[in-house]
């Protein structure tokens, strides 16, 4: 007999932690700060060992959005996926900051049907037709994963740093396009619209493959699901928090991944 679906379904995201996970996503920019009054940005997206060290597998943009200073939604140029890292271009037709995401969702389940365990992916609203009359040990999964970075034309604007309400949100106190070496900068994670407390985040410096030092910190937000990072050295950085929550009673568990690629300048 199935078992009903809000005792067995719990909120997860696409990849696991970074602890228990071989590869790390990236999406990332050629540049993060530009001039004029339109500009053209490239960006690599893929999964690897070391972050933008492509060596593994290219990104799925089959979730990219890109959002514009005055909220409208901009169309990605000149896509590609290759074997080991997607790419696109990106015209800065307005001044402001922009934010590119990549954001997946949707449901995983597993189950054993005849003493074979079967897995299945896809929405929420299909799973009850997916699960066949005999399934035994259902255990259902929702999936969230959020990766994004932002690029400025010009002064730096805050439109695009919008609460989602739906998993892990960064919302700036320091703009992200404004971080220099040495100097503290300040953000916020909101988990579902609420303050994310106690998360812990990872932030790792690109261009490990010409240094022995892996450069990695972590932080955890604070009550206001504040967190500050002093930057130590000019560079790309890899933001990573990942959130769970165990399932209790009809309460379903939650977990929640964000990932950020920001620019750190001199």
């Known amino acids: 007999m199935k078992k009903p679906l809000a005792l067995i379904a719990a909120i997860a995201v696409l990849a696991l932690p970074m602890s228990a996970q071989a590869h790390r996503a990236w999406l990332a920019p ?3 700060v530009l001039s004029g009054t339109d500009a053209w940005v490239g960006f690599d997206a893929g999964m690897s060992n070391g972050v933008f060290i492509p060596d593994h597998a290219a990104m799925n ?13 901009a169309a990605p140029e000149n896509m590609m996926r290759g074997r080991y890292r997607s790419t696109f271009d990106l015209h800065l037709t307005q001044a402001g900051t922009w934010k590119i995401a990549n954001v997946s969702s949707g449901l995983t389940a597993t189950w054993t049907e005849n003493g074979e365990q079967k897995r ?5 609203a299909d799973f009850p037709a997916a699960i066949p009359s005999g399934a035994a040990d259902v255990v259902a999964t929702r999936v969230f994963s959020r990766i994004e970075t932002f690029v400025t034309l010009g002064a730096p604007t805050d439109s695009v740093f919008t609460n989602s309400g739906e998993g892990l949100t960064l919302i700036p106190v320091t703009h992200p396009n404004d971080l220099a070496a040495g100097e503290a900068a300040t953000f916020k994670l909101s988990n579902d619209g609420l303050p994310a407390a106690g998360v812990a985040v990872t932030i790792a410096r690109g261009g490990t493959r010409y240094r022995d030092n892996p450069e990695e910190m972590t932080v955890t937000t604070g009550a206001d699901g504040s967190f500050t990072v002093t930057w130590p050295e000019p560079g790309m950085y890899w933001l990573n928090a990942t959130l769970r929550t165990p399932a209790q009673g009809d309460t379903v568990a939650v977990s929640a991944q964000y990932v950020a690629v920001m620019e750190v300048l001199s």
């Open 120 to 124: 299945w992916r896809g929405q929420p």
């Open 61 to 73: 943009l089959a979730g990219l959005v890109i959002t514009a200073p005055d909220g409208s939604t």
């Open 30 to 32: 050629t540049s993060t």
